[in-house]
């Protein structure tokens, strides 16, 4: 899939609370990383894995699904099988009236539940990682590609 980068950047640019479906306790998993760098870039995450209920991760408590949610999220980040897509989508739909965003993650792609979904009027991101797209976007990527968190003072 294409995206612009103008419509990647606006969506992450309006985007302040994202639910992480199928986020990890574990810090290897590019699930927990991944939430960790959002919520270090000022996004309130929320977790959504119904094996830690009730844990917290990031300062947040682990819900074990959208509907447990309180308030409103502005995207659902996904990294689920794409075969788990449909369920999360119908159930963000109805837990959501404002839901602005679905983000499927690297590898993660279903295009009846993107449709379904944009046909509600919600974006629909596929095949891709929103801190990937952050870094690119917002000049957070080094030289090889590498978000190394130095800055050079000698250009």
Known sequence: MTYSDAWLKTILT???????????????????YVARYLGLRGYQVIPVNPRHTGEVLFGQTVVGS??????GVDMVDIFRRSEAVPEIVDEALEAFPNLQT???????????????????????V????PKIEYQRLFGELRQGGFATGVISSKL
């Open 66 to 71: 959208l509907g447990e949610i309180e308030g």
């Open 14 to 32: 309006r985007t302040k609370r994202i639910a992480v479906v199928g986020v990890s306790m574990n810090p290897v998993r590019p699930s927990y």
């Open 102 to 124: 679905i983000w499927m993650q690297i590898g993660v792609e279903h295009a009846e539940a993107a449709a379904k979904a944009g046909a509600r009027g919600i974006d629909v």
């Open 126 to 129: 596929q095949n891709r990682c």
